[in-house]
């Protein structure tokens, strides 16, 4: 699985172009977080990403109880970075 970015000297860690820390989980889960926070800070988590099929499936933190789907990772991690700047 690429994203848009780079990786890591940890090859689970992909820092996406939006700046939020990509981690992959197995090789359809990722739990995005934002690095500018401490990692032992809850508020660092911002959401999971499962893939589905073709689809990507969010569940953000702020907003558990909803899942909102993406045709692609990227798609879904520009989604919490905006939802994050809005914020």
Do not use: N
Request: charged share 25%; hydrophobic share 40%.
């Amino acid at each position: 699985m690429t994203i848009r970015g780079f990786t890591t000297d940890d090859p689970r860690v992909i820092a996406s172009r939006s700046g939020l820390q990509v981690i992959t989980l197995s090789d359809h889960e990722w739990r995005i977080s934002d690095p500018s926070r401490s990692q032992r800070d809850a508020i660092s988590l911002l959401g999971f990403v499962q893939q589905v099929g073709s689809r990507f499936e969010l569940t953000a933190l702020g907003a558990p109880r909803v899942r909102t789907y993406f045709d692609s990772l990227d798609d879904a991690v520009d989604h919490l970075q905006h939802a994050k700047c809005a914020a």
